[in-house]
C-alpha cells in the first residue's frame, strides 16, 4: 500500500531542513578566529605657537653662543695679552667673555662713541697711544710711545689686556714684535709672526724697527712674561 505524503507535512519538512542548515552556519562561525582590526588614530595636534617673549628667549638661548664673534685678526699673544683689528659692535660679547681691564690703543683717532660706552659700562680702562697709520716710504714709528704701550702691557695690573689698532698688522705688529724681543725670540720667529698677520701688507720698515728697538730699559718690566 503506498502512503501518501501531504503537503503539509512536506512543508514542515523543508522548514526543519532550512533550521538545522542555519544552525550548523552558526556553530562555524563561532569556532572561527576573529579578523585582527588596525585602528587608526587621528595625528597629534601641532604646538601652540610661542608668544613673542617666548619667542625670543628661546632664539636667545639658541644663539647665545653662536653671537660670540673675536674682532678681525684676533689672536691670543700670552696669558692675559690679546692683539686684534679695531673691534665692531658684533664683537662686544666675545670681549666681553675675555673679562678684560685694559684696551691698549694704538690709532690717533678719538675712540668711537658706542666703543667707549661699552668699555665704561664693562669697566675696562682705555690706554691711547696715537700712532699714525701711513704708508711706506712715509712710515714713522714712535719710539718712545711703543715703549710706554708695552710698560702698560707688561703690568699685570692692567691684565687680561687687548692691544689693537685698525687692521690689527702693522702697529699692533710692532708692538707685539718689540714684546717678543723682550721675551727673547730669535728675530726670525718675530718676523714669521708679524708677517702671518700682515701678510702681502707687510713692511720693511716694521721690520727694520723691531730688529733695532732697544730693550734694555724695559727689561725690569718683563718677569711674569719672560
Not at 610661542?50 to 653662536?66: D, F, K, N
Not at 661699552?118 to 704708508?135: S, T, V
Not at 711706506?136 to 704701550?149: L, T, Y
Request: glycine letters at 4%.
Amino acid at each position: 500500500m503506498k502512503l501518501e505524503v501531504m503537503p503539509k507535512q512536506r512543508a514542515m519538512e523543508a522548514e526543519q531542513r532550512e533550521e538545522a542548515m542555519e544552525m550548523s552556519g552558526l556553530e562555524l562561525w563561532k569556532h572561527e578566529k576573529p579578523a585582527s582590526m588596525v585602528v587608526f588614530l587621528p595625528p597629534p595636534p601641532p604646538p601652540p605657537p610661542l608668544v613673542p617673549a617666548a619667542a625670543a628667549a628661546a632664539a636667545a638661548a639658541c644663539g647665545e653662543e653662536a653671537t660670540l664673534v673675536p674682532p678681525l685678526n684676533f689672536a691670543m699673544v700670552d696669558d692675559g695679552i690679546f692683539r686684534s683689528g679695531f673691534p665692531a659692535a658684533a664683537n662686544f660679547r666675545f670681549l666681553k667673555s675675555l673679562n678684560l681691564r685694559s684696551i691698549v690703543y694704538l690709532c690717533p683717532e678719538p675712540y668711537p662713541e658706542t666703543n667707549a660706552e661699552f668699555l665704561a659700562k664693562n669697566g675696562i680702562k682705555l690706554y691711547q697711544f696715537g700712532i699714525e697709520g701711513r704708508k711706506e716710504p712715509f712710515v714713522n714709528i714712535p719710539d718712545d710711545k711703543i715703549r710706554e704701550a708695552l710698560k702698560v702691557v707688561l703690568d699685570v695690573r692692567n691684565q687680561p689686556l687687548l692691544i689693537h689698532c685698525k687692521r690689527g698688522k702693522h702697529r699692533t705688529g710692532c708692538v707685539v714684535g718689540c714684546l717678543r724681543k723682550l721675551q727673547k725670540w730669535c728675530l726670525s720667529s718675530v718676523f714669521d709672526e708679524y708677517q702671518r698677520f700682515a701678510a702681502a701688507k707687510a713692511r720693511s720698515t716694521d721690520q727694520r724697527f723691531m730688529e733695532l728697538f732697544d730693550i734694555s730699559s724695559l727689561k725690569h718690566l718683563t718677569a711674569s712674561h719672560c
